[in-house]
């Protein structure tokens, strides 16, 4: 039988509801308990400096110690309050970067990008779901990459390529020219949500990250509301280029220059960084010793990768993102062209989504309210409630006559970003084992990529500008979004109440606190319990 170890060996059970047996709790003890070790310096080579460290064995021994006490209310305090200014703001400028370039061509295409690149019918589609090819051919690899180099050094490195590869696109000259940058921006952007929520999950419990993630998802709105201002002073500028060549340029350059200054200043992990002391770097760890998710390693554990593989959660996480993100693809390229399909004039369009960004914050605000008062064991319900609005919103944009009522059914779609924030906090809740998370993530995001490629070829240029089979489209999509999430629920509730009663019967025994900083799935872990 396999024996567990601290640096990340996976935990033997013999029950497979999870069994934690005597020896392995005291080869653990054993690993603590050893004297710190001087390591004979080597020569590094470029690439081993680049990576991920580890904690070391040190840092882990500390924590564990710290984990036998009770912490100071008033210091965990204080240090949550320091992540929070120095995260959070972060999150969310990098979150807003991130939706208006992802947006940059549904406004170049109402400042006559369609006309100067002579596109065809379909071309405008191609090049929407284009992006998404390239964020579909990537998002295995930079999964695996995040967790071999330091989480926000990569995603800043991939946030300049979005702004040079932005600006790039200034410079198209057709279609293919085009095309191809669209390709690789995807595959630049592949890590954006997933470097997110674990960077979410890396500084904060459990029951914070709802919220947290909540707070930098707020920025979607916000680049919405953003996105139509620029869009609109971008629009007046009267030089020797077209305005959609500045829209480009402009919004690239804001998106490099941040990158610059992330990469700078933003702490990789809580083990290694200057902004806390010691003392605070073990209270940020040991506070979260109830998560049993703590240990972030470079190491990839093919065990856990299988398990991830004949893991439903998996597939269904996959489909999750799929069906929240077709109506994503269809409005985040088409939703100019569908207001302005109601009868407003382009630069009237461009500020209509101001209001539909406030709108979004709106939506978040509330679920996070309304998650931190719920209790236990409601997460998923409030998701399924907070997508109902968007399938009224389509219906209303698809069968109502007036400019106002089918202008208020758009605005109300955006009721499903909330629904997507209360999802990304299961993911990060949900999954034990930083491989098996890892892979995980590619699947949501793969489903999130899949989507978006899909949904813009819903909306046929025959049909513009009311698009009847877009709209019908992600109404469907997002009825569908709501069965997953609810199938979703019946397995995090069954898994629970089984675990439960194997403790209360005896037939499963285990330590909880000697399983705080091993590195092992939900499913190894006898005393993980889902988020429902």
């Known amino acids: 039988m396999p024996r567990s170890s601290i640096q990340g060996n996976e935990t033997a059970i013999t029950n497979p509801d999870l069994d934690v047996e005597k020896a392995e709790v005291e080869q653990v003890e054993d690993v603590l308990n050893q004297p710190r070790l001087e390591v004979p310096s080597r020569p590094v080579g470029i690439l081993e400096w680049l990576q991920k460290k580890n904690a070391s064995p040190e840092f882990l021994a500390d924590v564990a110690k710290m984990n036998e006490t009770e912490l100071d209310p008033s210091q965990v305090k204080r240090v949550e309050r320091k992540i929070d200014l120095l995260i959070m703001p972060a999150l969310a400028i990098c979150y807003m970067f991130y939706y208006v370039d992802k947006t940059t061509l549904s406004y170049a295409a109402i400042f006559d990008i369609k006309k100067d690149l002579h596109l065809g019918s379909s071309d405008y589609s191609w090049l929407s779901s284009l992006f998404y090819f390239g964020w579909v051919g990537w998002a295995l690899p930079t999964n695996m990459l995040m967790q071999r180099f330091p989480l926000n050094k990569y995603l800043a490195f991939n946030i300049f390529l979005w702004g040079v590869l932005l600006m790039a696109q200034a410079a198209s000259r057709n279609f293919t020219d085009l095309a191809v940058l669209r390709v690789l921006s995807g595959a630049a952007e592949a890590t954006a949500d997933p470097a997110f929520v674990l960077i979410t999950g890396t500084w904060y419990t459990r029951s914070q990250q709802p919220t947290r993630i909540g707070y930098w998802y707020l920025a979607n709105g916000f680049g919405i509301a953003l996105g139509g201002l620029f869009g609109y002073g971008i629009g007046h500028i009267k030089g020797s280029l077209p305005s959609w060549k500045y829209e480009f340029l402009i919004i690239g350059a804001l998106c490099s220059a941040w990158a610059i200054f992330m990469f700078i200043f933003i702490p990789d992990s809580p083990y290694y960084t200057r902004w806390f002391t010691y003392e605070e770097r073990l209270t940020i760890v040991s506070r979260k010793r109830g998560d049993h998710n703590l240990t972030d390693t470079r190491e990839w554990k093919p065990a856990q990768v299988l398990e991830a593989f004949i893991d439903p959660k998996t597939y269904l996480l996959f489909l999750f993102g799929f069906t929240a993100n077709v109506p994503n693809g269809a409005t985040s390229n088409f939703g100019t062209l569908i207001v302005q399909g109601f009868g407003f004039d382009t630069f009237e369009t461009t500020l209509m989504q101001i209001p539909y960004g406030m709108i979004i914050v709106a939506f978040i605000l509330a679920a996070i309210f309304v998650n931190s008062k719920l209790p236990k064991g409601y997460r998923t319900l409030l998701m399924a409630v907070t997508n109902l609005p968007t399938v009224v919103g389509f219906a209303m944009v698809a069968w109502c006559k007036g400019k106002g009522a089918r202008l208020a059914g758009f605005w109300l779609t955006g009721a499903s970003n909330a629904t997507f924030v209360l999802g990304l906090s299961l993911l990060s809740g949900n999954v034990g084992g930083q491989s098996?998370?890892?892979?995980?993530?590619?699947?949501?995001?793969?489903?999130?990529?899949?989507?978006?490629?899909?949904?813009?070829?819903?909306?046929?240029?025959?049909?513009?500008?009311?698009?009847?089979?877009?709209?019908?489209?992600?109404?469907?999509?997002?009825?569908?979004?709501?069965?997953?999430?609810?199938?979703?629920?019946?397995?995090?509730?069954?898994?629970?109440?089984?675990?439960?009663?194997?403790?209360?019967?005896?037939?499963?025994?285990?330590?909880?606190?000697?399983?705080?900083?091993?590195?092992?799935?939900?499913?190894?872990?006898?005393?993980?319990?889902?988020?429902?």
């Open 436 to 532: 098996k998370k890892a892979i995980a993530s590619a699947a949501i995001f793969l489903g999130v990529a899949t989507g978006n490629i899909v949904g813009p070829f819903l909306f046929k240029t025959s049909e513009a500008p009311k698009y009847f089979t877009g709209v019908v489209g992600c109404l469907v999509s997002r009825a569908l979004e709501i069965v997953i999430i609810l199938i979703l629920r019946v397995i995090f509730v069954v898994a629970n109440r089984r675990r439960d009663r194997a403790v209360a019967e005896g037939r499963v025994k285990y330590d909880e606190n000697e399983l705080q900083l091993e590195d092992i799935t939900d499913w190894k872990n006898p005393a993980f319990r889902y988020i429902t």
